[in-house]
């Protein structure tokens, strides 16, 4: 199994990884940082740096009621008014506050008191699903590393040109392209907690991100010089209870998408062009908080907020049901033939890996089926003092397959691992990728469309957004070979993983 123990070490100092060059790992010290220097593949792509002074200012919610100036009302005033503004629970708080000393007073204290003592002796029932407020479920299931604190939200490559949609925490979307002097600022009164971006495939104009509302679909004219484009420019999909949307993914056709929702166990399957959405609900598991279509279009992975998980196939709709033995599922990605599905949960540092295809002959039955760990991800200290590893954030597979990145929580630094999946899967130690001082990486992503290789594309906490650029003219040999100890291989040899299956198990849903 893979460990970033089997890295090679950052440099000491200031100096920072800037790109790779026909896998040469290229340094250099962060007050001169230029990856220019080494490469023209990235020069058409649109500089950003989104500071904080930048983004739109954010009131803070207020009671309306300290615009009134204030006046005195009698006890049974204020009973009154809270009923009819704030309801019976905050009635009787009013009452049991009261000065007054009365039977009325005396029975809201008691009341209140039952409910209190009813709601922590229901918390502490296993099995009982105590619903978190939308806005925490956001924050916990999302791919940034810090939701609330980071200046980027998320972003996404559009997968045929040069484009990059990059949303913010004042809850714009800003759409960078070639023309560094026409930027598209996209926003309308039900974008509020973006947490996911998609373009829609095959369409050059079509923007889908998920929201407290629901989904949102924005249609920017390509050829428009407009930079805020009007609100009716979007269409709103929305059902009932299916707010808080924090995962959404299209077909690779771009027929139909998929969204997914913490406050919903229902994903939908949305026709767009109709309007017309089709629920998948099944009665395990919580909330949906992640889905992602496999590239070939077969599969769709579906993560809950608790350990159940399903993977989908698309002919017929049916699921497999998997369990993790604790946590849920954070992150997942699929290689591009669909073949290969990598995931994370919340409670291990460790990569598993499922197969299909041609490597499925990995199991020797359906029922010894199970998740194979690919990747040691355990925190260690490198030599310089910095922690890396821990807890996943999030995973995600460049488009040609043969390079994965991780980003961790509450940590600086990202893993690049090499991959290969022409023979099985081969995973191995590439490079970390650090940013300036005081950085965080606060969401990352590949740009589909890069030719030269792959194009790592990273957001940090401060706004600035990075192009790390892989550049190779041949697929490299260290990722064709296996080295004992530093890669892991799933080949048809293998028959049974004792260690996983105690881990995962399987069963039909």
Same mark, same amino acid.
């Given at each position: 199994?893979?460990?970033?123990?089997?890295?090679?070490?950052?440099?000491?100092?200031?100096?920072?990884?800037?790109? @790779?060059?026909e896998?040469?790992?290229?340094?250099?010290?962060?007050?001169?940082?230029?990856v220019?220097?080494?490469?023209?593949?990235?020069?058409?792509?649109?500089?950003?740096?989104?500071?904080?002074?930048?983004?739109?200012?954010?009131?803070?919610?207020?009671d309306?009621n300290?615009?009134?100036?204030?006046?005195?009302?009698?006890?049974?005033?204020?009973?009154?008014?809270? %009923?009819?503004?704030?309801?019976?629970?905050?009635?009787?708080?009013?009452?049991a506050?009261?000065?007054?000393?009365?039977?009325?007073?005396?029975?809201?204290?008691? &009341?209140l008191?039952?409910?209190?003592?009813?709601?922590?002796?229901?918390?502490?029932?296993?099995?009982?699903?105590?619903?978190e /407020?939308?806005?925490?479920?956001? !924050?916990?299931?999302?791919q940034?590393?810090?939701?609330?604190?980071?200046?980027?939200?998320?972003?996404?490559?559009?997968?045929?040109? @040069?484009k990059?949609?990059?949303?913010? /925490?004042?809850?714009?979307?800003? &759409?960078?392209?070639?023309?560094?002097?026409?930027?598209?600022?996209?926003?309308?009164?039900?974008?509020?907690?973006?947490?996911?971006?998609?373009?829609?495939?095959?369409?050059?104009?079509?923007?889908?991100?998920? #929201?407290?509302a629901?989904?949102l679909? %924005?249609?920017?004219?390509?050829? /428009?010089?407009?930079?805020?484009?009007?609100?009716?420019?979007?269409?709103?999909?929305?059902?009932?209870?299916?707010?808080?949307?924090?995962?959404?993914?299209?077909?690779?056709?771009?027929?139909?998408?998929?969204?997914?929702?913490?406050?919903?166990?229902?994903?939908? !399957?949305?026709? *767009?062009?109709?309007?017309?959405?089709?629920?998948?609900?099944?009665?395990?598991g919580?909330?949906?908080?992640?889905?992602?279509?496999?590239?070939?279009?077969?599969?769709?992975?579906?993560?809950?907020?608790?350990? &159940?998980?399903? &993977?989908?196939?698309?002919?017929?709709?049916?699921?497999?049901?998997?369990?993790?033995?604790?946590?849920?599922?954070?992150?997942?990605?699929?290689?591009?033939?669909?073949? !290969?599905?990598?995931?994370?949960?919340?409670?291990?540092? =460790?990569v598993?890996?499922l197969?299909?295809?041609?490597?499925?002959? *990995?199991?020797?039955?359906?029922?010894?089926?199970?998740?194979?760990?690919? =990747?040691?991800?355990?925190?260690?200290?490198?030599e310089?003092?910095?922690?890396?590893?821990?807890? @996943?954030?999030?995973? *995600?597979?460049?488009?040609?397959?043969?390079?994965?990145?991780?980003?961790?929580k509450?940590?600086?630094?990202?893993?690049?691992?090499?991959?290969?999946?022409?023979?099985?899967?081969?995973?191995?130690?590439? #490079?970390? *990728?650090?940013?300036?001082?005081?950085?965080?990486?606060?969401?990352?992503?590949?740009?589909?469309?890069?030719?030269?290789?792959?194009?790592?594309? =990273?957001? %940090?906490?401060?706004g600035?957004?990075?192009?790390?650029?892989?550049?190779?003219?041949?697929?490299?040999?260290?990722?064709r070979?296996?080295?004992?100890?530093?890669?892991?291989n799933?080949?048809?040899?293998?028959?049974?993983?004792?260690?996983?299956?105690?881990f995962?198990?399987?069963?039909?849903?």
């Amino acid at each position: 199994m893979c460990s970033l123990r089997d890295f090679p070490p950052l440099p000491d100092g200031t100096e920072i990884p800037l790109c @790779i060059i026909e896998g040469k790992i290229q340094y250099t010290p962060s007050d001169f940082a230029n990856v220019h220097v080494y490469t023209s593949s990235i020069s058409l792509l649109p500089f950003i740096n989104i500071s904080r002074e930048a983004l739109l200012h954010i009131p803070t919610k207020e009671d309306p009621n300290r615009v009134f100036l204030p006046v005195s009302n009698t006890f049974f005033r204020r009973i009154q008014n809270t %009923w009819y503004e704030k309801g019976a629970f905050a009635t009787l708080e009013v009452i049991a506050s009261s000065r007054e000393k009365n039977l009325l007073t005396l029975v809201a204290k008691q &009341v209140l008191s039952i409910f209190n003592f009813s709601t922590q002796f229901v918390r502490h029932i296993p099995g009982i699903n105590n619903r978190e /407020s939308g806005e925490s479920l956001v !924050v916990k299931v999302s791919q940034n590393s810090d939701y609330v604190n980071n200046n980027i939200r998320c972003l996404a490559w559009h997968p045929h040109c @040069i484009k990059i949609a990059v949303g913010t /925490s004042d809850d714009l979307i800003r &759409v960078y392209s070639q023309n560094p002097q026409l930027v598209p600022l996209l926003k309308c009164k039900h974008q509020r907690f973006i947490s996911s971006l998609s373009w829609r495939p095959f369409s050059t104009s079509e923007l889908a991100l998920g #929201c407290e509302a629901g989904i949102l679909i %924005w249609t920017i004219d390509p050829n /428009s010089v407009i930079t805020r484009p009007s609100p009716t420019n979007t269409l709103l999909l929305t059902r009932p209870n299916h707010k808080f949307v924090t995962s959404i993914s299209w077909s690779p056709m771009g027929d139909l998408l998929i969204s997914a929702s913490p406050c919903d166990n229902t994903m939908y !399957v949305w026709d *767009v062009a109709l309007e017309v959405p089709v629920p998948l609900r099944r009665v395990l598991g919580r909330g949906i908080s992640f889905v992602t279509y496999s590239p070939n279009s077969l599969k769709v992975f579906a993560a809950t907020t608790n350990i &159940v998980f399903r &993977v989908w196939e698309t002919m017929k709709w049916n699921p497999d049901l998997w369990s993790v033995a604790s946590g849920h599922v954070v992150s997942a990605c699929w290689s591009p033939c669909g073949s !290969v599905l990598l995931f994370a949960t919340s409670t291990e540092s =460790i990569v598993y890996a499922l197969t299909w295809g041609h490597v499925s002959s *990995v199991f020797s039955s359906e029922e010894k089926r199970a998740a194979i760990p690919a =990747i040691d991800v355990c925190a260690i200290e490198l030599e310089g003092g910095e922690r890396v590893g821990g807890e @996943i954030c999030s995973l *995600v597979w460049d488009s040609k397959g043969r390079h994965l990145a991780i980003m961790f929580k509450q940590c600086n630094i990202i893993a690049v691992f090499y991959t290969n999946i022409s023979t099985g899967l081969h995973i191995s130690p590439c #490079c970390f *990728v650090k940013g300036m001082p005081e950085e965080s990486p606060a969401y990352i992503c590949f740009q589909d469309s890069f030719e030269e290789g792959a194009n790592l594309t =990273i957001g %940090w906490s401060n706004g600035r957004i990075q192009y790390f650029p892989i550049v190779y003219t041949e697929l490299p040999t260290y990722v064709r070979k296996t080295v004992q100890g530093n890669s892991f291989n799933l080949s048809p040899a293998i028959a049974n993983i004792t260690e996983s299956s105690r881990f995962m198990s399987y069963t039909s849903n």
